[in-house]
């Protein structure tokens, strides 16, 4: 019984110590927001157009929904989606996107940020899978970007 509780204490312990260390690390950096000024989505062949102007919609819609109170460096985005995958799982429910942004400086247009992602979507209905995975890809750039609205 004394070996139980001596290795429960010593479990205890070790679980105190590192909770501890976790918080000297610091608070982790934020991430750079910028004052996102238009979107433009591209592709290569045989992306659907319905896809991709429901992406751009989406996007730019936000774009104009956001209001900032501070200067930040203005940008404008560049949305590639890479890829798309339909149809997947057991059901055929799943769509994926590979999506890949460049965010362009407006004064010099140099690229100062990119971000890379995949966007899984479910749609029980095939006709609705462009749509509803259009959403969800403009979802994740509003989230990436702090951007406002819905768009739709």
């Known amino acids: 019984m004394n070996w139980l ?9 070790f679980c105190v ?11 982790k950096p934020e991430a750079p927001v910028y004052d996102v000024r238009s979107a ?3 592709s290569g062949p045989n992306m659907p157009a319905d896809l991709l102007s429901g992406i751009n919609d989406r996007v730019n819609a936000a774009i104009n929904a956001t209001v900032r109170d501070t200067v930040l460096p203005r ?17 055929k429910d799943r769509n ?8 362009a ?10 971000s890379a992602f995949d966007v899984t979507s479910i ?13 969800d890809v403009a979802a994740r750039i509003r989230s990436v970007f702090s951007l406002s609205g819905r768009g739709h």
């Open 75 to 91: 940008v404008v985005l560049t949305i590639r989606i890479v890829a798309i995958e339909k149809g997947l799982g057991f059901q």
């Open 96 to 103: 994926i996107a590979k999506v890949s942004i460049d965010a």
């Open 123 to 135: 749609a029980a209905d095939p006709k609705l899978a462009d749509e509803i995975l259009a959403e």
């Open 5 to 13: 509780r001596s290795c429960f204490c010593r479990a205890a312990l």
């Open 40 to 42: 433009v989505v591209v």
């Open 17 to 27: 110590a590192l909770t501890a260390c976790v918080n000297l690390s610091g608070p």
């Open 105 to 114: 400086s407006v004064e010099d247009g140099s690229v100062i940020a990119v």
